[in-house]
């Protein structure tokens, strides 16, 4: 690992042309095939090179402006993040075309630093990578009485034949992964005039989908709703 340690930035940063364009979490997107979305740490979803001095970090809840410095392979982003002691860089360094690794180890306390990679057609952004990783694609009802009645959870985040649903949301980040009273995966479904919150589990053995509603939050407390019966049964195409 000796060949990946950050280079102190000189006096006079070089500016380097390879760091462009947006990356997005690879590490997060492979963490969360096995694992539940609020018990996984991370610095940010996305990070997008804006110019020589400067990114945009987008971590889920908000996007915000970071200053940089950049010395050959390596892009040290100042103040990142806070601590006790006070603001703390990070480091990232360029590999190749594709791919940075965000040595993000103080941040997320993981042994291992986070690997981005560059968007792409496949996945332009980090929401869309999300959703194909997770439960986009064409689903059968298990308990519909039509059988040729198929829901479609799209890569852009529609859903087909899940009325009055027409979009969903996989959470990530920010208050709506404190909803369910236990950690669990949470999908926000939406339509003009509606929006709710169940969890989710897909079970790769038998390729279904499991979404359950949660019952009516309390008028006196925010989250912590318990889980109640399943609100879907889908068997993936």
């Known amino acids: 690992m000796s060949s990946c340690k950050p280079v102190a930035p000189s006096a006079e940063p070089v500016t380097n042309k390879t760091f462009k364009g947006s990356f997005i979490n690879q590490s997060y997107l492979e963490a969360i095939k096995d694992s539940i979305a609020g018990t996984i ?5 996305t990070i997008t090179f804006k110019s020589a001095d400067s990114i945009e970090i987008d971590n889920g809840i908000e996007s915000f402006n970071l ?5 050959g392979d390596t892009c040290t982003l100042l103040s990142a993040y806070n601590t006790a002691s006070g603001l703390k860089n ?3 360094i360029y590999l190749n075309d594709s791919v940075i690794t965000l040595f993000d180890t103080g941040f997320t306390m993981k042994m291992i630093p986070s690997q981005f990679i560059l968007t792409n057609s496949l996945a332009p952004d980090f929401p869309t990578a999300l959703n194909k990783i997770t439960i986009a694609g064409k689903y059968k009802d298990t308990k519909a009485k039509n059988s040729s009645s198929i829901i479609e959870f799209t890569t852009d985040g529609k859903v087909i034949g899940l009325n009055p649903f027409t979009h969903y949301e996989i959470c990530y980040a920010g208050d709506c992964l404190s909803e369910p009273i236990e ?3 949470v999908l926000l479904l939406s339509s003009k005039n509606k929006s709710d919150v169940f969890t989710w589990h897909f079970d790769k053995s038998t390729s279904i989908l499991h979404i359950y509603s949660l019952l009516t939050p309390s008028k006196d407390m925010k989250g912590e709703r318990q889980v109640s019966d399943e609100f879907k049964t889908l068997k993936k195409l």
């Open 67 to 71: 200053a940089i410095r950049i010395h």
């Open 90 to 92: 990070l480091y990232c």
């Open 41 to 45: 740490p991370f610095y940010c979803s």
């Open 183 to 185: 950690p669990a995966n």
